[in-house]
């Protein structure tokens, strides 16, 4: 008997998991900050909103966070472990979200998605910088 | 997830179970070496030519005027650098459409590095070349001109036969790679004005490993492979029988059954298409609405992304496919869909869904019944969404 491909397409179980039942996707009314990255020429697009909070030692932490997301399989698998990964975290914390600890919260990428990680965490550090940016003009 | 149901005709087809049986002989019994004398190399043989006729008589060629090949990526090869390294003291200038598939595209990009001189053909929105454009473009060193009989993405078909007239009255020879529209629709070599034409079995029902390169009698052509000499010196190598048999066959069955067939599909194709385009908001028709082949719809969807489509039908067990970059190796988007006028964020929003001859009007029913809820999933993630 031939074997069927255990896998969907070139993915981990995890990434199609993720695909399949995106999470934390939609908008924030009123964020504290946006992140809004990638192009549309390429193929993948990622606008992240989050909302800021502190925890109990009054330190600054991400409250909720909410992806928009135009692209693959990859960069909506990203988008949904980014946003599990991102919340509740504080910001130094969530800063530290790069893309090592999204593939390996995958399960692996295909060596051609990587960006799709990269982007992900860009989007997450430019929505923490406009956050930032807001907060000293205010 | 196991595939239900297959609407990837146009990637490649099941073998017909009538071409396996015809096929089955030459494995283990038929199975000697054409070049060889005693007489089972020669039953080999005779296959060999017996198959050899029926195709040329299915396009109106003679037996001496058709040789075969392992893929119709090799019949490509062999029509561009062929015909370019046996005319090159003619001229250096070779016409193709921009819309050609990869392997006459790459072809003719190591031309070009080969000091060949290379005319690209633009196409309009829907993907069809204008002959007179074709009349514009010859020069006085043109030696060939190739453009792709319908297209393997959005099933456009070419007006072959005009084309091929200028090239005839131009003394230039005229190339179609015919790999998606041979026994789709009708094709005669003669009336058509065709020179050299490629057409491969796995697309008909055949097996794969079997193509064919049409060599009308008197142009001058060079082998890529040399050695043993068969196929009239053209492509030296074992011969493989089998597929060669079951390529005939499918052939023979794709000549009784074609006008049917093809009837048949072109309602189950308008009902997928009215059915699609009516369903869902922002979609559109790849290709041309009426001068295209059979079983090729081709749409786009505002809003989504190709891989994404694809990879929530295979979790329902459809088999489809996408011009997206996200799906190809390079990261870019379909050139023919790019070529017909598409920005790059919509050619991303391809779906190509091919029919074939187990093809259900009930599966087209499922195939719109689940489609209209996943493109609604993704355009509730996608930014580009219109708000309320």
Partial sequence: MIKKASRMGPYTKKVVECFNNPKNYGRIKNPDGVGKVGNPVCGDVMWLYIKVGKNKKGQEIIKDIKFETFGCVAAIATSTILTQLAKGKTLTEARNIDKQKIIKSLGGLPPIKIHCSVLAASALNKAIDDYESRKRKK | METKIYLDYAATTPV??????????????????????????????????????TIADFIGAESEEIIFTGSATESNNLVLKGIASANKNRGRHIIISSIEHPCIMESAKWLESQGFKITRLKVDKYGQILPVDVRKAIRKDTILVSVIHASNEIGTI?????????????????HTDAAQSFGKIPINVNSMNIDLLSASSHKL?????????????????????????????????????????????????????????????????????????????????????????????????????????????????????????????????????????????????????TLGRWTTEKEINYFLKVLPPIIKKLRDISPFKKHD
């Fill in chain 2, 205 to 353: 029902y055949g097996p794969k490993g079997a193509a064919l390169l049409f060599i009308r009698q008197g142009v001058k052509i060079e082998p890529l492979l040399h050695g043993g000499g068969q196929e009239s010196g053209l492509r030296s190598s074992t011969v493989n029988v089998p597929a060669i048999v079951g390529f005939a066959k499918a052939v023979e069955i794709a000549n009784k059954e074609m006008g049917k067939e093809s009837q048949r599909l072109i309602k189950l194709r308008d009902k997928l298409i009215s059915g699609v385009l009516k369903k869902i908001p922002n979609s559109y028709l790849n290709g041309h609405p009426t001068k295209r082949l059979p079983n090729n719809a081709n749409f786009r969807f505002d809003f989504v992304e190709g891989e994404s489509m694809v990879i929530q039908l295979d979790m329902l067990g459809i088999a489809v496919s996408t011009g997206s970059a996200c799906s190809s190796i390079k990261l870019e988007p379909s050139h023919v869909l790019i070529a017909t006028g598409l920005k790059h964020e919509q050619a991303h929003g391809s779906l190509r869904v």
């Fill in chain 2, 158 to 174: 070419q007006p072959i036969k005009e084309i091929g007239k200028i090239c005839r009255e131009k003394g230039v020879y005229f």
């Fill in chain 2, 16 to 53: 017909d179970p009538r071409v396996l049986r015809a096929m089955s002989p030459y494995f283990n019994q038929e199975f000697g070496n054409t070049m060889s004398l005693y007489s089972q190399g020669q039953s080999a043989k005779l296959a060999l030519e017996k198959s050899r006729e």
